[in-house]
């Protein structure tokens, strides 16, 4: 059965694009929830049923226009009997425009602008339920603390803090009502029981997320404590942190690396293009999609670097880019140049013409890697920041220092730079062979010229210098071995040449 078809429904699909539809839902259930992916089959079978019911002579999926196909859809989720919510109208258009986009990413021929923006319903206002900080207990405190942080953290690090003080102080009022001055906190039993109360969340909550919220409530803490607020010391401590999981770098394989390059070049699009140049410095998908149309700059005869704009660490910067680099950059001006005037006119100042808002490009992209590593066979799933780490990977491979590598990828801090890097066995057997090499170029002893020793005599002196010469000459010849049992061999040889030098300096010496 058709992963459209549902014997209950009362949709029926149309019989020539069920199948289109099908496809795509089918891929999109390798990577998103099972509730989802219902979703998406059942948004499929009522666009497709409408199709089949009010336009069944549509064949081709380049023949629907946006009207009257797509706005007559949506007309008609208005007058459903029992009538819509926004919430689900505008579920089922944004679900029906995603797919509609993910096939024209696949290379099916459909107009641009089918479902706009404005055909969205109106969100409802929402009230917000949850208690402000003036409402709680050492509330006033915390917030004005917290407007301080405002003027110099991004406006979401704040709001992070605002939702552990709200949690932490909550946790207060409900369990230690009799709690009145900051002074007469102690981390037993206060601080213990808000560990406990949020190992306890339903759901519960991850150790990456308890840890950010005892490091956020560890800095208002001693804050106020700098502040002059009567805080005892150490009221979270380091162990109490919870650990962060460990997970291995994400690089392509070599190989992998490799066929998915080729295939990306093969195929010689827009949004491939923008993969290659994403492989080749390193950038974020975020930051590929606000490249400037000027990215590429000029730094130095024959030297040039990609300007990368503000992006997760709102921080800029120049990743210096080779030949290869340019030529893509320059491929991706020219597909540009073809791209329809309203997508031109809409991002003027971008690399990457959009037809839409920037979410839609950063989907597209992320289906083009998707389609070309199925293509170039690749076993796991790649995703854009994948690209990151083989890149990164790659960099250490051809001896980038750590230092060098953080400001290429634009980090702050080298043990973010640690988790991108992957060492594999065959990078540690080269290295080590490597070292090894090195090191006995560097204790090698220098060679000397046999012409530089004076000549042999048959005279006492003279075949104690032969002697010497001859032990010398040994020994550099054995350091050049290879072969641990030759090596000794010699050295047993050499220690009878000693014994020989050493028996004709007590004749020397008894002749005298």
Same mark, same amino acid.
């Not at 969340?201 to 560890?218: A, G, M």
């Not at 106020?224 to 009221?235: C, K, Q, V």
């Not at 001896?399 to 060492?423: D, E």
């Given at each position: 059965?058709?992963?459209l078809?549902?014997?209950f429904?009362?949709?029926?699909?149309?019989?020539?694009?069920?199948?289109?539809?099908?496809?795509?839902?089918?891929?999109?259930? +390798?990577?998103?929830?099972p509730?989802?992916?219902?979703?998406?089959?059942?948004? @499929?079978?009522?666009?497709?049923?409408?199709?089949?019911?009010?336009?069944?002579?549509?064949?081709?999926?380049?023949e629907?226009?946006?009207?009257?196909?797509?706005?007559?859809?949506?007309?008609?989720?208005?007058?459903q009997?029992?009538?819509? $919510?926004?919430?689900?109208?505008?579920?089922?258009?944004?679900k029906?425009r995603?797919?509609?986009?993910?096939?024209? @990413?696949?290379?099916?021929s459909?107009?641009?602008?089918?479902?706009?923006?404005?055909?969205?319903?109106?969100?409802?206002?929402?009230?917000?339920?949850?208690?402000?900080? $003036?409402?709680?207990?050492f509330?006033?405190?915390?917030?004005?603390?917290?407007?301080?942080?405002?003027?110099?953290?991004?406006?979401?690090?704040?709001?992070?803090?605002?939702?552990?003080?709200?949690?932490?102080?909550?946790?207060?009022?409900?369990?230690f009502?009799?709690?009145h001055?900051? *002074?007469? =906190?102690?981390?037993?039993?206060?601080?213990?029981?808000?560990?406990?109360? =949020?190992?306890?969340?339903?759901?519960?909550?991850?150790?990456? +997320?308890?840890?950010?919220?005892?490091?956020?409530?560890?800095?208002?803490?001693?804050?106020?404590?700098?502040?002059g607020?009567?805080?005892?010391?150490?009221?979270?401590?380091?162990?109490?942190?919870?650990?962060?999981?460990?997970?291995?770098?994400?690089? =392509?394989?070599?190989?992998?690396?490799?066929?998915?390059?080729?295939?990306?070049?093969?195929?010689n699009?827009?949004?491939?293009?923008?993969?290659?140049?994403?492989?080749?410095?390193?950038?974020?998908?975020?930051?590929?999609?606000?490249?400037?149309?000027?990215?590429l700059?000029?730094?130095?005869?024959?030297?040039?670097?990609?300007?990368?704009?503000?992006?997760?660490?709102?921080?800029?910067?120049?990743?210096?880019?080779?030949?290869?680099?340019?030529?893509?950059?320059?491929?991706i001006?020219?597909?540009?140049?073809? *791209?329809?005037?309203?997508?031109?006119a809409?991002?003027?100042?971008?690399?990457?013409?959009?037809?839409?808002?920037?979410?839609?490009?950063?989907?597209?992209?992320?289906?083009?890697?998707?389609?070309? *590593?199925?293509? *170039?066979?690749?076993s796991?799933?790649?995703?854009?920041?994948?690209l990151?780490?083989?890149?990164?990977?790659?960099?250490?491979?051809?001896?980038?220092s750590?230092?060098?590598?953080?400001?290429?990828?634009?980090?702050?801090?080298?043990?973010?730079?640690?988790?991108?890097?992957?060492?594999?066995?065959?990078?540690?057997?080269?290295?080590?062979?490597? @070292?090894?090499?090195?090191?006995?170029? =560097?204790?090698?002893?220098?060679?000397?010229s046999?012409?530089?020793?004076?000549?042999?005599?048959?005279?006492?002196?003279?075949?104690?210098?032969?002697?010497? +010469?001859t032990?010398?000459?040994?020994?550099?010849?054995?350091?050049?071995?290879?072969?641990?049992?030759?090596?000794?061999?010699?050295?047993?040889?050499?220690?009878?040449l000693? +014994?020989?030098?050493?028996?004709?300096?007590r004749?020397?010496?008894?002749?005298?």
């Amino acid at each position: 059965m058709s992963f459209l078809e549902n014997p209950f429904s009362p949709f029926r699909p149309h019989p020539v694009f069920s199948e289109i539809f099908d496809s795509r839902i089918q891929w999109f259930a +390798t990577s998103l929830h099972p509730e989802t992916i219902n979703g998406y089959r059942v948004v @499929a079978r009522r666009f497709l049923s409408y199709l089949q019911a009010d336009f069944p002579q549509i064949r081709e999926l380049s023949e629907l226009h946006r009207d009257p196909h797509l706005l007559g859809w949506v007309r008609g989720l208005y007058q459903q009997n029992p009538p819509l $919510s926004n919430g689900t109208r505008e579920q089922y258009m944004s679900k029906l425009r995603c797919l509609l986009e993910n096939l024209t @990413a696949a290379g099916h021929s459909l107009q641009p602008g089918l479902i706009l923006a404005e055909d969205f319903p109106p969100r409802p206002q929402r009230k917000c339920i949850r208690l402000q900080l $003036s409402n709680l207990r050492f509330g006033e405190l915390f917030e004005a603390h917290i407007q301080i942080l405002a003027t110099t953290l991004r406006p979401g690090t704040i709001a992070h803090y605002r939702t552990t003080a709200r949690c932490f102080l909550s946790y207060l009022q409900t369990d230690f009502p009799q709690l009145h001055q900051l *002074a007469e =906190l102690r981390r037993d039993p206060h601080l213990f029981g808000w560990f406990r109360h =949020l190992c306890q969340k339903d759901p519960p909550l991850c150790n990456t +997320t308890r840890q950010e919220y005892l490091l956020h409530l560890r800095r208002l803490l001693d804050d106020l404590a700098s502040g002059g607020h009567a805080l005892p010391p150490g009221l979270i401590l380091t162990e109490d942190l919870p650990p962060r999981p460990q997970y291995l770098p994400r690089a =392509l394989s070599l190989e992998e690396d490799q066929r998915l390059q080729e295939e990306l070049r093969r195929t010689n699009d827009l949004l491939s293009n923008a993969l290659l140049l994403m492989r080749g410095t390193g950038i974020r998908i975020g930051e590929c999609v606000d490249l400037a149309i000027n990215c590429l700059r000029s730094i130095g005869p024959d030297q040039w670097a990609v300007q990368v704009p503000l992006g997760k660490l709102r921080t800029e910067r120049l990743v210096p880019v080779d030949e290869d680099v340019r030529q893509i950059v320059d491929c991706i001006l020219t597909l540009r140049a073809n *791209a329809p005037a309203s997508h031109l006119a809409r991002s003027a100042r971008f690399l990457l013409p959009r037809s839409g808002p920037s979410s839609t490009l950063y989907r597209n992209l992320r289906v083009a890697l998707h389609q070309a *590593a199925e293509r *170039a066979g690749c076993s796991d799933r790649t995703t854009p920041h994948r690209l990151r780490h083989t890149y990164a990977t790659e960099m250490i491979r051809l001896g980038v220092s750590l230092p060098a590598l953080m400001k290429l990828l634009g980090h702050k801090t080298i043990r973010m730079t640690l988790r991108y890097v992957q060492v594999t066995q065959r990078d540690l057997q080269r290295e080590f062979h490597l @070292a090894r090499q090195s090191a006995v170029q =560097l204790h090698r002893m220098p060679e000397l010229s046999i012409s530089s020793f004076p000549s042999a005599t048959s005279d006492l002196p003279g075949i104690c210098r032969t002697l010497a +010469t001859t032990r010398h000459l040994l020994e550099m010849y054995r350091r050049q071995l290879k072969e641990e049992a030759s090596k000794r061999k010699l050295q047993r040889l050499a220690q009878r040449l000693r +014994t020989v030098a050493l028996e004709l300096d007590r004749f020397a010496t008894s002749e005298k």
